[in-house]
């Protein structure tokens, strides 16, 4: 079994910060991709920023310069640091995993966190 849990999501006025970590556990080899994504009322689930264990990062356009992702790889757990947030980052947002299960076998396992909401509003 995997679980992907996430913290720190709440309610934030514009230009503020807020930091939200996602640890993964269990029956994990070692991940690949660890990542942030996101769901407002309405809209698709979009990609904010994703990073690999070679360090390649990814981030939305909406985000860059605003948003860091980081990642701590032997204890799988990966954080984004949110400034400058404007209401449109209102969303729930979810951690992404992708991991492999052992060292002998090659699938790519993709898993999801249960969400947390990030309310920005005055």
């Known amino acids: 079994q995997v679980q992907i849990v996430e913290s720190g999501g709440g309610l934030v006025q514009p230009g503020g910060s807020l930091r939200l970590s996602c640890a993964a556990s269990?029956?994990?080899?070692?991940?690949?991709?660890m990542g942030w994504y996101r769901q407002a009322p309405g809209k698709q689930r979009e990609l904010v920023a994703t990073k690999t264990t070679t360090n390649t990062t990814n981030y939305a356009d909406s985000v860059k310069g605003r948003f860091t992702i980081s990642r701590d790889i032997p204890k799988n757990t990966v954080d984004l640091q949110m400034n400058s947030l404007k209401p449109e980052d209102t969303a729930n947002y979810y951690c992404n995993v992708h991991l492999y299960k052992t060292d002998w076998d090659t699938r790519l396992l993709e898993y999801w966190g249960q969400g947390t909401r990030v309310t920005v509003s005055s």
């Open positions: 269990g029956n994990i080899f070692s991940t690949y991709i």
